[in-house]
């Protein structure tokens, strides 16, 4: 029997690469296996679509256009498209690409193999919308991408209405999950050799609002803490208006909950800040940001910030740079406003012509920039223990250098030790050198202390590799999830 391969192609933020590792997941369940890198199409490709930028749906379309020859070289070939564009755009897909097989939406993730199957006897397209979210997407099967690190979803959707986001539009209003139900699974996680969870949510510190407990993601991060073996909590992505004392107090009480904090600021003027309906002013966020540092002194801090929201001027573009100057963040996510369709901020008076938002950009690059590096210095001299990561160093001496995070999340590069070292093992090391964006550490690294996460990983990359006609099926258990990465969002790491 022939087994048909897969690829997912994942767009967006966080959530979507949680809900691709749960397709990927399901896929496998069903019989289906990962193509191999190198191969020139898969039986089924997967869009995980985000609908955020202005351009998400060209970028979507084009690939789909490069599809399309494959696709009718290859009978039996089947193409997906789910994710928020999905959600959005519904029977428009089918219409502007007759190619593609199935259109799911972000509610009905776990009906893509049937939809699949449904689409190959009918032989015709399978559309299928569901508007609100009928199960937890955790309950789902998984494959996971990494043995040592996971993330854990708290709550999906919004309840804000932010005038230049559409992702309460698409993933409804929020819903949280029980929290017995999500220490079950960090607890099931850390059981099969993970070490570093990120607890994830669209505005997950406004966990608790649907179940009545306005201090639920502080007494959430605490019973992180009481998990043994379970070495690094992280979260993301606050919300200003609900980042309260309680909070701040149980990161810096719990000793598992690492010292680093991403806060969207989007601008630091509070009459923008108004436009945006962002719930706070400039002073509220400064002032949040300074109970931590009092907490934490050592945190970390970044944020994501809009250049160029409509009725933008120059006295508001200072007043961001001025935020930037007291706040001092170790990294900022800055884009250029662009026009989400189906957003009230796309409809508004005073669209800042290209070049102007360009040129504000360029300086509030360079100013973090500056920031950047300034704060990285401090880090020189110290010693910090690393979490190795999966794959090589830097590419310039991969044989003689590895990368891993710090406990605030800042990236380190550091010299190879000579005894063996695996992706999830710790590594202290002394900063020598810091870089905008990086830390070296160029000396003898202390001793490798190896993990449950390293034997995890170690026993993941160690099962046989079993032949298949058409690539080779991997023997990998679902533990594991990416490292956090920035998202293309233009304004919001979470949604």
Not at 94 to 116: E, S, Y
Not at 286 to 298: C, F, G, N, T
Request: some cysteine; glycine content about 8%.
């Amino acid at each position: 029997m022939t087994v048909k391969t897969y690829e997912l192609r994942t767009f967006g933020c966080q959530m979507n690469v949680h809900d691709s590792e749960r397709m990927a997941g399901l896929l496998e369940d069903a019989g289906y296996v990962r193509a191999p890198k190198d191969a020139d199409a898969a039986d089924v490709v997967v869009f995980n679509t985000c609908a955020v930028r202005e351009n998400a749906d060209n970028r979507l379309y084009g690939n789909l256009g490069q599809l399309a020859p494959k696709k009718a070289s290859r009978p039996g070939m089947q193409i997906a498209v789910g994710g928020c564009l999905a959600q959005k755009d519904r029977d428009t897909i089918v219409r502007k690409a007759p190619w593609v097989d199935v259109v799911f939406g972000t509610h009905n993730v776990g009906k893509l193999p049937v939809l699949l199957e449904r689409a190959r006897v009918q032989e015709e397209a399978q559309v299928e919308i569901a508007e609100s979210l009928e199960a937890f997407p955790s309950t789902l099967p998984t494959r996971r991408e990494s043995a040592y690190a996971a993330w854990v979803s708290i709550s999906v959707g919004c309840n804000n209405t932010c005038t230049f986001c559409i992702v309460p539009q698409l993933r409804g209003k929020e819903k949280d999950r029980r929290p017995g139900d999500i220490l079950a699974e960090v607890e099931a996680l850390v059981a099969e050799g993970v070490t570093e969870v990120t607890l994830l949510g669209q505005n997950v510190n406004a966990y608790g609002s649907d179940i009545g407990d306005r201090e639920a993601f502080s007494k959430l991060l605490r019973a992180c803490g009481k998990i043994e073996g379970l070495e690094r909590v992280r979260f993301t992505s606050p919300h200003p208006r609900d980042f309260t004392d309680d909070v701040i107090a149980a990161m810096a009480e719990t000793p598992n909950v690492m010292p680093q904090l991403h806060m969207p600021l989007q601008s630091g003027s509070s009459r923008v800040l108004k436009s945006m309906r962002r719930s706070y002013r400039q002073e509220r966020f400064l002032s949040i940001i300074e109970k931590v540092r009092a907490a934490m002194p050592d945190a970390a801090v970044s944020t994501d910030i809009i250049v160029g929201f409509p009725g933008e001027t120059e006295e508001d573009f200072q007043e961001t740079l001025h935020v930037v100057r007291e706040a001092r963040f170790a990294q900022a996510f800055t884009f250029q406003y662009s026009k989400r369709p189906g957003t009230p901020a796309a409809e508004m008076d005073g669209q800042i012509p290209k070049q102007v938002v360009q040129e504000r950009y360029e300086r509030l690059v360079a100013l973090q920039e500056e920031i950047s590096w300034e704060e990285n210095k401090k880090q020189v001299g110290r010693t910090v223990e690393v979490l190795v990561a999966e794959g090589e160093g830097r590419k310039d001496d991969s044989t003689r250098r590895l990368s891993g995070r710090a406990p605030d999340n800042r990236l380190v590069h550091f010299t190879r030790p000579e005894e063996p070292v695996r992706p999830g093992d710790m590594v202290s090391v002394e900063v020598t050198y810091a870089a905008p964006h990086h830390l070296l550490a160029e000396g003898t690294p202390g001793p490798v202390r190896r993990t449950r996460a390293g034997d995890a990983w170690e026993m993941r990359n160690a099962q046989p590799q079993e032949e298949t006609p058409q690539g080779v099926m991997l023997g990998l258990p679902t533990v594991g999830a990416p490292a956090p990465l920035p998202a293309d969002t233009g304004g919001c790491s979470a949604c």
